[in-house]
């Protein structure tokens, strides 16, 4: 699965990084999220479900 996010409506509440710290992490410069793991396998698809779940923002999309 493919991880995106949407740096146009990420405002860095960091919540994807509790969720999923193996899969983002926030760049001190921009203050945005980054990703670590772009292509994640199965074994990280629910933490990164939680994340996509407790953005307020809605900026993470899962694609198959
Ligand atoms: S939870 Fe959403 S808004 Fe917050 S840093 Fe992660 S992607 Fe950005």
Do not use: H, S, W
């Given at each position: 699965m493919n991880v995106k996010?949407?740096?146009?409506k990420c405002d860095g509440?960091?919540?994807?990084?509790?969720?999923?710290?193996?899969?983002?992490?926030?760049?001190?410069?921009?203050?945005?999220?980054?990703?670590?793991?772009?292509?994640?396998?199965?074994?990280?698809?629910?933490?990164?479900?939680?994340?996509?779940?407790?953005?307020?923002?809605?900026?993470?999309?899962?694609?198959?």
């Amino acid at each position: 699965m493919n991880v995106k996010i949407d740096l146009g409506k990420c405002d860095g509440y960091a919540n994807c990084v509790i969720e999923a710290d193996r899969v983002f992490d926030i760049d001190d410069g921009t203050g945005q999220a980054v990703l670590l793991t772009p292509v994640i396998g199965p074994e990280l698809a629910d933490e990164v479900r939680r994340a996509q779940a407790r953005c307020p923002v809605q900026a993470i999309r899962l694609e198959d």
